[in-house]
């Protein structure tokens, strides 16, 4: 991208450059045509037709907009001014003096300004000592930070000169006569005339009383919470909390996507494709994935939803039908599934009857869409392989509407496209998704299983079991582990369709197939080319135009891109007054409609290159005299590129994005009629969408250089530097305006960011509103600026890098969080990376004190060097693509994990692009970063392992911190090195003397605590005098020891059970029932593990001191009942 800063050089707003240079050229051109031609051209008769003659836009230039705004604003100016006068002399009474010397308020306003800075920054607030000594440098600049205390506050200046004085007029000198005029009109207007004792004014202490009272009611509870804590250091560690403190959720429990209301009261009729999803239990062996060569299929779980009448609905999902296939030789689990789920059971002998029975229920009910949630290693998918690998049958040609020579594909060797991006599995006839890569694509997540997708979307939390507790739950004779097993697939195959409801893809694709008028399954495979072509043969057929397909060798050999868009470096600073943005609308559609750019309005170059002129791959041949015919209709692009004008023939793809625009439009409006219909608003949303999309790539058709089916370099570029130009004279007319006060600090694509310093927030929305109109009216249509929203305040970091409060309109009392580019909203990091900077960056929105921040940075990080967190909170989760990664160095750590995992199991292969989360603890000095990365599960287990909080803190939480800070002078880095560090001991074993220590003590040593003896006392935690588990007085006075040491471990089962209780009200299951859910996404289950390794530890260390103390009792009969 051509980086461009705005400066006051671009304040001059004119046309195009070397638009009259390109004017006397053609004029050239005509002239030499006009002598070498030896017939006479037959004269036509053209309409001249002027297109800035138009009524609605009377201004010829940008200079005639410039003298009208301002000749306006003089007028209303006098205008003003004569009616202050009119009022004043109507209303003034005779006792009024006329004070030429006091400030008014646009003089005040016009001060304030001036002395506004845009990069500086109130300081530390209250806190002295967080305010540095020295002044910081960073990209060149000077930061020296201040607080707001007595030391920091510049020296009285009695003679006004100082900055303490600001806001006054210097040289202000007194008149005695007016104001003894003035004194005695108000005396004479003063009726009282006797005179009382007034009260004495109040003490020093009423008034310090009497402060902190306001104080306190104005910052409310926060401020007394914070007083009590520092009154007591004990109360102050009972109170903290043991996670990270993370920004408010915009939602009672974090969903990241809100649910559609339903509405019953509107029925319409359903013309949805129909769906079947279809889950399988498989018995493997062990802790193995199931594998198709060995594992034999048990059950098929599917469940159909279509628009059929005569459809049984019995589940949960409207208009669906559930059915159960088993394979049972004697009948028996066929009767245990029946007897426990309610559903039609269909039994089998054999496992080829099975898949047998699943080929005719697909042809019975014919469904449009198969579906799973992931159908390569699972669903259809292991179904298919295994009848392919076991009994050498092609269910994919069964499945199939059809029997034809060309067989339907699966494996990743035959479709490694469709491995990667959407599914392997071709049906003749029928769709197939793959539901969680298409959630991929839609959803904006760190986490693609269905237990996080399910949270997320339909804000359900359901369980995730290991493959042997599912084998050992189908294998066993209980009762109620069998019900567990039908009760877990059952909601998974329903869940597959909610997810496609909720979500609305068949719907929303079923719309941009119908309107784009390709079929449905190409709008997830096929690229914007193959849609855009769709549309433009439509309307290039009626026109008698044929499309060229040029070959690969023809499409390399046209002339290269030239023109790039408008993209700014940033002013990266902190910006506290109004930041505008102002979004040009389609800005590329809007060009190609406003200048008829088109293939069918080319008219070659103005000055031939090299001596040719061409056009895309072709050479252009104008014919002889054309130009003189046209010379009065001809648009001239900025790069030397001339198309003719509407009036003689409009562009092939001006018709269609006009019409496109106009559809969108109206469809938009039609949104805002009923809007109580949700269902007719969901497909109107979708219809817009398609629309938009559509609109928005049509530009990339001509510039797809590459691999495009008919590009044209001469277009695009035509294009994209039209669009640069218009924005640059935008940047030129806005710093032309000196009322306005604003400054373009950014600007990208067809967008501007324009910083209004010292304005309020009011007076922004007027000014962006003027801005977007001025310079609506100085293109021609329909090129439009709209007003997006107000940034305050604002940061800015670098191109496509920024954060703000954004104001969307003018009576919004609270601001929403937005940010773009950051790692808030990125998803190679970890959530408590996205939790620590949010909240940073609201702190110092909301207060402009960096002593806030610091304040709460540096809790954060004693909670993480303490081991108060949640390991969910530092879970990396990053995509892994096995086959792509170099033999040179070593695998991220996701592919590293998954590859040993591979090891263990062959089966358990990663799809392509899945994350894989893991954590980095602990390890040798020397260790390499990619031997201390582990999955969390490994973590859990563990007792003696932990976090790394350096790294954490050092690498992934100062550096993005930094980034941000450093705008404003901070050290973030500082603020860590300075707070004391806490090194967390994470388990000594007790001297266990009195019978030898136990055998379940004896682990291995896998840290330096392992080596190490306890010197506090079991009980009481006194240092012990000599070695041994409890203490003298306590090993006297057992009974006590004993009552203690059962307390502590009943503390900590009683905190396990608590989350027991949890997880089985979550999995519908008794409370006898034991808890088997391991689902990575759930933060119970992260609280729930490590309390069970950390009661486990607990009760091989207090166990046998109990079980000796209660020996001793007994031996010596001190028990007494």
Known sequence: MVSMSADPRYSQAGGWIHEEEYREMISNLIKDEKDKSDGEVDERRILAFNANDDEDFPYDSDEDIMREIELSQRKKGDQVEEKHLESDEMQRPDHEIDDESRPGGEDFAEQFVDHQDPDSFEGVGDNEEDAPERTREWAGREFKLESLTVPFLPDFDPTASSDATFGMKSGIVPDKVKEEKEYQFRRRKCGLRSWSIAESPPTFAEVEAWAKEQIANKLGDELKVRNSSSESSNLRQKGKLSQIDGPTQKNKHGFKYTQPKKTANIIHEANYMSTMSLEVHVNTRGNFVPNPEEDEVQCVFWCLQADDSELEDNCETAGSHLGIVVLSEDGVAAARIAKQSGLDVVSEDSELDLMIRMVEIVRNYDPDILTGYEVHGGSWGYLIERARLKYDYNLCDEFSRMKSQSHGRFGKDNDKWGFNNTSTIRVTGRHMINIWRAMRAELNLLQYTMENVAFHLLHRRIPHFTWADLTNWYTNDKPRDFAKLISHYTSRVQLDLGLLEQNELIARTSEQARLLGVDFFSVFSRGSQYKVESLMFRIAKPENFMLVSPSRKQVGGQNALECLPLVMEPQSAFYNSPLLVLDFQSLYPSVMIAYNYCYSTFLGRVINWRGTNKMGFTEYKRQQRLLELLKDHVNISPNGMMYVKPEIRKSLLAKMLGEILETRVMVKSGMKIDKDDKALQRLLNNRQLALKLIANVTYGYTSASFSGRMPCSEIADSIVQTGRETLERAIALIHSVKRWGAEVVYGDTDS????????????????????????????????????????????????????????????????????????????????????????????????????????????????????????????????????????????????????????????????????????????????????????????????????????????????????????????????????????????????????????????????????????????????????????????????????????????????????????????????????????????????RTRQKARLKTEKMTIEPVIKELEDRIVDMGDLEW
């Open 752 to 1087: 501007l960011f324009v910083y209004l310093k010292g304005r309020t927030k009011d007076q922004a929305f007027d000014i962006g509103e003027e801005i977007a109109k001025t310079i609506t009216k100085m293109n021609p249509r329909p090129v439009k600026l709209k007003f997006e929203k107000v940034y305050l305040p604002c940061v800015l970091l670098a191109k496509k890098r920024y954060v703000g409060f954004k104001y969307e309109y003018r009576d919004q009392k609270e601001p929403d969080f937005d940010a773009k580019g950051i790692e808030t909203v990125r998803r190679d990091g970890t959530p408590a990376e996205q939790k620590i900077e949010e909240k940073a960056l609201k702190i110092l929105f909301r207060t402009a004190d960096l002593s806030e921040v610091k304040n709460y940075f540096q809790k954060q990080c004693e909670k993480i060097m303490k081991g108060s967190v949640s390991i969910q909170d530092f879970c990396f989760a990053r995509e892994v693509k096995l086959g792509t990664y170099s033999d040179k160095g070593p695998p991220p750590p996701g592919a590293l994990i998954s590859t040993k995992r591979m090891l263990e199991d062959a089966r358990a292969e990663p799809q392509y692009g899945e994350r894989v989360p893991y954590v980095v603890i602990t390890g040798a000095p020397g260790a390499r970063l990619i031997d201390r990365c582990v999955a969390p599960e490994e973590l859990l287990e563990n007792d003696h392992s932990e976090l790394d909080s350096e790294y954490y803190i050092s690498k992934n939480l100062i550096p993005p911190l930094e980034r941000i800070f450093n705008v404003v002078g901070a050290n973030v880095r500082n603020w860590y090195d300075e707070m004391p560090k806490y090194q967390r001991v994470r388990r000594v074993d007790v001297n266990l003397q009195m019978q030898g220590q136990s055998k379940e003590l004896a682990m291995s040593k896998k840290t330096l605590e392992s080596y190490m003896k306890s010197s506090a006392c079991l009980v009481c935690k006194e240092k012990l005098e000599f070695e041994g588990p409890i203490c003298l007085k306590c090993l006297a006075d057992k009974p006590r020891s004993v009552l203690s040491l059962r307390t502590k471990l009943s503390s900590e089962e009683k905190k396990y059970m608590d989350m027991i209780r949890i997880c089985q009200s979550c999995s519908g299951i008794s409370p006898l029932d034991e808890v088997r859910c391991d689902s990575k996404d759930c933060p119970v289950f992260y609280s």
